[in-house]
């Protein structure tokens, strides 16, 4: 998703009372980017759904 579709995304989301978690990374492609950027991606994923769906969730 382009940067600026997903900025309007977050936008629209925070105007009806949504708190989403966003990270933008401007390195990073497709293709997760760098060891040390996807690494990150990776973590914070895993917190999300940690999160939202609770620990041990197969």
Do not use: C, W
């Amino acid at each position: 998703m382009p940067v600026n579709q997903a900025r309007r995304m977050i936008a629209a989301l925070e105007k009806n009372g949504r708190k989403p978690e966003s990270l933008i990374l401007s390195e990073v492609g497709h293709n997760y980017g760098r060891e040390k950027p996807r690494t990150e991606i990776f973590k914070r994923i895993a917190a999300f759904l940690e999160k939202n769906l609770g620990p041990g969730v197969d």
